[in-house]
């Protein structure tokens, strides 16, 4: 059968399609952007070229309430602006406000603590004879750093973590449902910690990054008092949960492929083109979502206004058209422009903060293993959170 003519299956509220959205995306890779009715009427954007034009044209795609009606009146955010879900100028102010506690330099600053805390806890999976890459490394590390960054007690750092899976899972609410009980208190607790965070800051202030947020202004202009509570549940939000879920998707790819991790303990220098590739073949972003402002055409598409249209970065990063053998998982792959941060405008702030996370995490444990493998390669993956954020629940690893 034409692969233009296989069906289009797209059910990010299935579970059985969260699990593995990877042979869904092939028919839509096949032609232009698909339009179906889907709670209203959604497009489906998958082809690289068509993700990157749209991602980078906030003009007709907008960001703004691009999230469900429940999760912007109870989520984590409750309606505040933030750098994801807004458009310029909003969302260039707010970027050009938090940009200063984001620079290469700075987070490069991080780089002797991050590898303290990798340290720290592949000491303890080596006391133990085991590492689970999910629940020992990949949950731990980022909300520590994140945690750190913010000037949060290391006691609370369970209780944050819990608080950002809860509110995360919350994407699995089928539009047009409540939001269920647990992820309004989890986005409630969040937000009231937070918020008391911030007030002491104001008259006590230190050297963290609530502080510097406190302070930030920029040609005059500052945060509101909603918009920086926003901030500082999005980065807990972001950061904790999409480095989690890069380094987890990470290290099962260099498990499922054993060539390319006895290539790569072979060669560590070769650590940064993995983490991209990492990012490439299962990115822990999967989706990301606009809505037309104006009828717009996208990859001899016409859609109409108002149409929910989908992003898909994973789909885009698997494309043929722009990467030879998409399929494959290559870590000596020559670098070319992936979508796993976003583009455009909306490209993810955290970048090299990920980057560098995912790097000392993933290739601390390889060298400090030597043989380092998937504690059982027939067992079944058990995928937590939302289709948008997708990370392992638990990857067991052999470290004998």
């Known amino acids: 059968m034409n692969q233009a003519a296989e069906p289009i299956r797209f059910n990010p509220w299935d ?10 995306y092939k028919p839509l890779l096949a032609g232009p952007p698909q339009l179906l009715d889907l709670f209203g009427p959604v497009a489906l954007i998958a082809r690289f070229a068509d993700v990157s034009a749209m991602l980078k044209d906030y003009q007709r795609f907008s960001s703004v309430e691009s999230r469900p009606k429940d999760f912007v009146d109870q989520g984590p955010f409750r309606g505040a602006k933030t750098m994801l879900f807004a458009d310029p100028p909003v969302q260039t102010r707010l970027r050009r406000l938090v940009a200063r506690d984001f620079t290469p330099r700075r987070i490069r600053d991080m780089e002797p603590r991050i590898r303290e805390i990798a340290k720290d806890l592949l000491d303890a999976a080596a ?3 085991e590492l689970d890459a999910v629940k020992d490394l990949a949950n731990a590390l980022p909300v520590m750093v994140i945690a750190e960054m913010l000037g949060v007690p290391s006691d609370l750092y369970p209780q944050f973590k819990h608080w950002s899976d809860t509110v995360v899972h919350g994407g699995n609410t089928l539009p047009g449902m409540p939001l269920p009980d647990d992820i309004i208190k989890s986005a409630d607790e969040l937000r009231a910690y937070m918020f008391e965070a911030i007030e002491r800051r104001r008259t006590n202030p230190g050297p963290d990054l609530i502080s510097a947020l406190v ?4 040609d005059g202009e500052t945060m509101t008092a909603e ?3 926003a901030f500082v549940v999005l980065l807990l939000l972001a950061g904790n949960e999409t480095t989690t879920n890069l380094i987890g998707n990470g290290m099962l790819a260099l498990g499922q492929n ?16 993995a983490i991209e590739e990492m990012l490439r073949f299962d990115p822990p972003v999967q989706s990301t979502v ?24 994973a789909a885009a990063n698997h494309d043929p058209a722009q990467f030879p053998d998409p399929d494959r998982f290559d870590i ?25 996370e995912a790097g000392i995490a993933i290739g601390s444990a390889v060298e400090r293993f030597p043989n380092l493998r998937l504690k059982d390669p027939n067992a079944p993956l058990n995928y937590k959170g939302s289709y948008f954020l997708r ?10």
Do not use: W
């Not at 990370?391 to 004998?400: E, K, Q, T, V, Y």
């Open 15 to 24: 579970p059985d399609f969260r699990s593995n959205p990877y042979p869904y």
């Open 127 to 129: 006391r133990k004879g």
């Open 215 to 218: 302070a930030a202004h920029a």
């Open 227 to 229: 918009e920086l509570l």
């Open 258 to 273: 054993p060539d390319q991790l006895k290539l790569l303990r072979g060669n560590m220098e070769l650590v940064p083109r």
């Open 290 to 313: 606009r809505r037309a402002l104006v009828e717009a055409e996208i990859g001899g598409t016409v859609i109409a206004p108002q149409t929910r249209c989908f992003a898909i970065l």
């Open 332 to 356: 000596t792959r020559e670098p070319r422009d992936h979508v796993a941060f976003g583009a455009g405008i909306h490209f993810c702030i955290g970048a090299p903060l990920a980057r560098l």
């Open 391 to 400: 990370g392992l629940a638990s990857l067991p690893l052999a470290i004998d």
